[in-house]
């Protein structure tokens, strides 16, 4: 276990390597809890700076490592008063959003907090459409999300049909059809 204030995009790093090297395993998915409070390659006087050069570097690991990375954020003050959560309601760095593949965004209004429900909303989405619009059970207590239904379609295609940027490839486009095929 890494304290909250030293861990860095390198010492994961260095710490997956020696895995690899000991045991020879290869993560398919890195898990970061959480990427905004890791701790920056380079001092930066102002922390969006930090916590872009956070994000850019785990995405260079993630490609660099052929495998998915998956961490997660907070929204700003004004997100926090819409019924989805959309890309402007970033905290703090709106860049970090620059160099990812997909953006979940998960909302919950008090009632919803109350009837273990909430709304998961497709903010980006470079290997297929966004600007989806889920309704979904939440049990906190298991940490389990169930996705229900679709609120909003929008009609821009499937998976791998489109999309802002360029198709995975690899394992990662493996496991983003693994998890897409979850969310229908």
């Not at 998915?29 to 380079?42: G, K």
């Not at 970090?96 to 429900?117: H, M, W």
């Not at 929008?154 to 969310?183: A, E, I, M, Q, V």
Request: charged share 30%.
């Amino acid at each position: 276990m890494v304290s909250k204030k030293s861990a860095s995009v390198d010492r994961l790093r260095m710490f997956l390597d020696k895995l690899r090297e000991t045991s020879g395993f290869i993560p398919d998915v890195i898990m970061v809890d959480y990427a905004d409070i890791m701790r920056p390659a380079f001092n930066n006087p102002e922390k969006r700076h930090g916590i872009e050069g956070i994000y850019e570097d785990l995405e260079a690991m993630a490609q660099e490592l052929d495998c998915a990375l998956w961490t997660c954020s907070q929204t700003n003050r004004g997100g926090t008063q819409k019924e989805f959560v959309e890309l402007d309601s970033t905290s703090e760095a709106f860049a970090k959003c620059f160099g990812a593949y997909l953006i979940l965004t998960l909302q919950r209004s008090p009632e919803d907090k109350v009837a273990n429900t909430g709304k998961l909303f497709v903010a980006k989405n470079r290997n297929g459409p966004d600007g989806l619009l889920f309704s979904c059970f939440i049990d906190t207590g298991k940490g389990r999300i169930d996705v229900l239904r679709q609120i909003i379609k929008n009609d821009g295609g499937s998976p791998g049909s489109g999309g802002s940027g360029t198709p995975f490839d690899g394992r990662r486009k493996d496991l983003w059809n693994l998890c897409w095929s979850k969310t229908k």
